[in-house]
């Protein structure tokens, strides 16, 4: 079954709303679904609206070369040890760092130049933005290397509301199509994330979901 994940943008401890990847300009989430900016109030509030399997984590701190939220995202992982929290935190970690059990490493083209061998929780983020792919060109090249989850990241999508990039999702599809696809950046609606259901993809989602634009009867029946 694929799903809607909920996508938490993480500075300085707390959720702010991501617009067009200009990190340093993120203002904190005003929020139909919360009132708050604490992480785990947040989780809390998204967990009572719909029972999420999966949350993506963006650590913004590491990602702009500051100091990683470790702890914060730890303690996150361990309140709920049933959730699987997808972390991107920049340059790849150590590949002796351990995680927690339902921690699964998000490694972007924005920070690898190679795929770097990692165990298979590991998770690849193709990251485009308007001029096309940031970095990763070798890993472009290479797409037997890819791993068996890949995350589409249209950067420039990111709190647009102006819709996926249908035509590059498929394309990759068509190169990987093996490959566990998510979609990220753009998603409108809730027909938005039937069509991508429909193309076999997991969606990650924040905009539309903060706005109210897709209630809890649409996500149990979109996904059941």
Known sequence: MRRIIPVLDIRQGKVVQAAGGERALYEPIQSALTYSVDPFQVVDDL????????????????????????????????????????????????????????????????????????????ILSLDFDQEGLRGGTEIWAQPGTWPACVIIMCLHRVGSMEGPDFELLERIRTIRPDCRLAAAGGVRNADDIRRLLDADMDILVASMLHQGCLSAEEVRQITT
Request: proline share 13%.
């Open 47 to 122: 967990l009572r609206f719909a029972p999420f399997p999966v949350f993506y984590l963006a650590d913004l701190d590491a990602i702009m070369g500051k100091s990683a939220q470790c702890r914060l995202i730890v303690e996150l992982c361990r309140r709920h040890p049933a959730i699987e929290f997808w972390v991107d935190a920049g340059p790849p970690p150590d590949p002796d760092e351990s995680f927690p059990d339902n921690l699964r490493p998000v490694i972007g083209t924005e920070f690898a130049c190679n795929w770097p061998a990692q165990d298979d929780r590991s």
